[in-house]
């Protein structure tokens, strides 16, 4: 019998534990059912009530802190949601819209928002040699580095080197918050900054080649040569001015890591795929890849020109060479310049990777993290390196990287 009457006793409480457990987690699922001892106002009361103390003054602040609360929520809430379902199309990989960038190509005029009009003014001759570097807004660090190496402005070898930053708008502005302000600071103390009113994504970066050529037409047309280039690179700008000091400026130049006959890249998964409705051809005109390249004053004044009645074409490289075929102008290939960072062994199997003495005989060299530029200078710059004329180490190549970037833009033959 005690058993027994044990046994039920047993039965009927867990019964109810499991019917509590129902009814808790019912409750969980439909908190609008739940009276206001819940988890909503235990946040609300983390709400700051600044210096208020009457009740009456404070409500609008505390329905302000609600109304940001709950939307946080709903935020939280929806945005898991869409994680879920979306989680293979996140924003930066979207696919480029080709047909809008089709419909909206002829709206390629975007004001300079902030300009250096006396950049290359300060004295009568304008500089030899003016440094124009592709740049992000987010990248104040990357530019700081430049500045501070490869980039400075002076007397380099007996010539006037001068150095500006091209930008547009950030992507994401509220990932940078103040960015104007700073922006206008960092400008205000190097005078280095030009600033466009265009979204600065990488399609656009044919906007950039475009308006910083107009630009250079105009507020720089006594620059004798124009290096342009990116902030991920390593210049031997004294081997530059060295390779320019011979040449004319009023003759064209052109000179980079030449890319001839690269076929245009038709499949989808690629950054740089081109569909045949954009580009019909078999081979991109020749091209200079990314990294850099040289050019002189009038080869700068017919591009800018040129460039203006060449349609838009979403890979800067690219547009810029059917600009370079426009005037006729065929460019020229130097060893010198790296455009795809030592990556293979087979580029230069006889070098370590910190060798100064490699960096001293090149121009360019692409895709180096800061740091690397940072550590190059100043081993290049530091003392007599102890370099021989034609000095071949035989130490096994190993260039640490960390994955080999995406780096062609067309298959080349
Ligand atoms: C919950 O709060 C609302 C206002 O915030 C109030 O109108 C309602 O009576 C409250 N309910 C309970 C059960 O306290
Ligand atoms: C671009 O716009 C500026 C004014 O915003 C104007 O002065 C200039 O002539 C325009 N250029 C072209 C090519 O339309
Ligand atoms: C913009 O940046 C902010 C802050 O980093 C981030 O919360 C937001 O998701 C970003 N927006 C987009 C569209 O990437
Ligand atoms: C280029 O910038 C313009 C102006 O900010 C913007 O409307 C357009 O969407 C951008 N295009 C691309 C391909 O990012």
Known sequence: MRVRIKGDALCTLILVIALCTLFYRQLRKHPQNQDNITKKPAKESKIPAGTVNSKKHLEPDVRLGKAKLLSEVYNAEVG??????????????????????????????????????????????????????????????????VRKTWGREGVINGVRVQRVFLLGTPRNETAVSMWGSLLQQESHFYKDILLWDFIDTFFNLTLKEIHFLSWADKFCENVKFIFKGD?????????????????????????????????????????????ETMYGLGNYPAYAGGGGFLMSAVTMKKLSRACEEVELFPIDDVFLGMCLQRINLKPVLHEGFKTFGITKP????????????????????????????????????????????????????????????????????
């Open 80 to 145: 898991s949601e869409e994680a879920k379902l979306t989680i293979p199309v996140s924003p930066t990989q979207s696919p480029f819209d080709f047909q809008l960038y089709l419909r909206s190509k002829d709206h390629r005029n975007f004001s300079l928002l902030i300009n250096q009009p006396n950049k290359c003014r300060k004295n009568l001759e304008g500089p030899f040699l003016l440094i124009a570097v592709k740049s992000i807004v987010e990248d104040f660090d990357r530019r700081e580095i």
């Open 346 to 413: 087979s580029a230069a199997p006889h070098l370590q990777t910190f060798d100064p003495c490699f960096y001293r005989d090149l121009m360019v060299v692409h895709s180096l993290r800061a740091a690397e530029i940072w550590l190059m200078w100043n081993l290049l710059h530091s003392q007599q390196l102890p370099c021989s004329q034609r000095q071949r180490i035989k130490k096994p190549f190993h260039w640490k990287r960390k994955k080999a970037k995406q780096t062609t833009k067309g298959i080349t033959n």
């Open 231 to 275: 902030a991920d690179v390593f210049v031997n700008v004294e081997n530059l001015v060295n390779f320019l000091r011979p040449q004319s400026p009023l003759e064209d130049l052109f000179v980079g890591d030449i890319i001839n006959h690269a076929k245009p890249i038709r499949s989808r998964k690629s950054k740089y795929y081109i569909p």
